[in-house]
């Protein structure tokens, strides 16, 4: 309806890349679960779009660096979105008011955008083709 094209499919096949249009994209997100197919889609979309605004998935913090030095521009973490979403529900359950809730996430959320996050792009590593240990 408002001309966004959404595509669900092997985003690591070039082929299908190609034939969707992912040189005309202009965001790509992908949520795909595991780590080394992540890198090679990474790899797929920026090798086809370099401008492309790329948005991942990350499970945990410690990924952040490594996704971002691939190329992701940005990396959702599921840990600290379910720690947003447990603190909702449990200050929803404390009653506390839906717009001091607002006021705490927001502060958290401020507190984690100050935060370095080390190897980031830009930084003097190059990062490898294997995701970080746990």
Do not use: C
């Amino acid at each position: 309806r408002r001309g966004i094209q959404a595509v669900y499919g092997d985003a690591a096949n070039v082929a299908l890349m190609q034939r969707v249009g992912i040189d005309r994209a202009r965001a790509v997100v992908v949520s795909f679960g595991d780590q080394i197919g992540m890198a090679e889609i990474i790899r797929v979309v920026r090798q086809l779009n370099p401008r492309v605004h790329l948005i991942v998935r990350a499970r945990f913090e410690r990924d952040v660096a490594w996704l971002r030095g691939l190329g992701a521009d940005v990396v959702v973490l599921e840990e600290w979105e379910v720690g947003y979403e447990l603190h909702r529900t449990l200050l929803r359950h404390l009653s506390v008011p839906a717009d001091r809730i607002r006021e705490h996430i927001h502060r958290i959320l401020e507190q984690k955008e100050r935060r370095p996050v080390s190897g980031a792009p830009g930084g003097a590593s190059a990062p490898s083709g294997s995701p970080p240990a746990p």
